[in-house]
T-cell receptor, first 114, second 116 residues
C-alpha cells in the first residue's frame, strides 16, 4: 500500500501566524484528502485535493483559512492561516489505497497554537 | 447525509477478555465499512474492512460483519491483549465515488485500555 511522509510531526505556533503541512506519497494518486482531528474528537474532512484543479472544501472550511496546493500527483500541502488556539488539532492527509480498498493516512501533524 | 455512530467509551478490559465495540451507520445505498485503529502517538491504520452485505472483515484476531439489516458493523475480538490498547474508529465510504463524495465518514472513536 501507499506510504505517506507527513511533516512536521508537531509544532507549537504563535497565534496569528501560519503553518504549512506537507505530505509526500511514494506513488501517484489522483485525490488526496486533508482531515482535522480536534482533541478527543473524531476526524473531520477539511478538503479534497485533485492535481491540476482547486481543492473542494467541506462545509465549514474555507480556502482563505486552509489553502491547499497540489502541484503534482505525489505531493500536497495544507496551510493553516492566521492561527488561533481553536486551530490546535492533529491534521492528517490521506489517500485512497487501491491495494487494500481502504485509505492510507499520514502520521499526522500535532499543532498547538499558543 | 452519511453518519456513523459508535458506542460511548472509554472501555477498560482485562487481558484475555472478550471485546465488542458497537458501530451503526446511516447511508444511502451500499457503503463500504471500515475499522481504523490509532495506537498511542501514531497515525491511523486500517484494521479491517467490508464492502458488501454479509462480508466479514478480519485482521489480527479482530472481526466485524457487515449487517445490512441492522446497519451495523460491530468489532469483536475473542481475547484482547495489552497491545490492543488504542483508539478505534468505525468509518464508512459512500457509494458515490466522485470527488469529495469519496471521503470517509468517521465515528467519534472509542478508547480501549487493556490491563494486564
Amino acid at each position: 500500500s501507499a506510504v505517506i511522509s507527513q511533516k512536521p510531526s508537531r509544532d507549537i505556533c504563535q497565534r496569528g501566524t501560519s503553518l504549512t503541512i506537507q505530505c509526500q506519497v511514494d506513488s501517484q494518486v489522483t485525490m488526496m484528502f486533508w482531515y482535522r482531528q480536534q482533541p478527543g474528537q473524531s476526524l473531520t474532512l477539511i478538503a479534497t485535493a485533485n492535481q491540476g484543479s482547486e481543492a473542494t472544501y467541506e462545509s465549514g472550511f474555507v480556502i482563505d483559512k486552509f489553502p491547499i496546493s497540489r502541484p503534482n500527483l505525489t505531493f500536497s500541502t495544507l496551510t493553516v492561516s492566521n492561527m488561533s488556539p481553536e486551530d490546535s488539532s492533529i491534521y492528517l492527509c490521506s489517500v485512497a489505497d487501491s491495494l487494500t480498498g481502504g485509505y492510507t493516512f499520514g502520521s499526522g501533524t500535532r499543532l498547538t497554537v499558543v | 447525509g452519511d453518519s456513523v455512530t459508535q458506542m460511548e467509551g472509554p472501555v477498560t478490559l482485562s487481558e484475555e477478555a472478550f471485546l465488542t465495540i458497537n458501530c451503526t451507520y446511516t447511508a444511502t445505498g451500499y457503503p463500504s465499512l471500515f475499522w481504523y485503529v490509532q495506537y498511542p502517538g501514531e497515525g491511523l491504520q486500517l484494521l479491517l474492512k467490508a464492502t458488501k452485505a454479509d462480508d466479514k472483515g478480519s485482521n489480527k484476531g479482530f472481526e466485524a460483519t457487515y449487517r445490512k439489516e441492522t446497519t451495523s458493523f460491530h468489532l469483536e475480538k475473542g481475547s484482547v491483549q495489552v497491545s490492543d490498547s488504542a483508539v478505534y474508529f468505525c468509518a464508512l465510504k459512500g457509494t458515490t465515488y466522485t470527488g469529495a463524495n469519496s471521503k470517509l465518514t468517521f465515528g467519534k472513536g472509542i478508547t480501549l485500555s487493556v490491563r494486564p
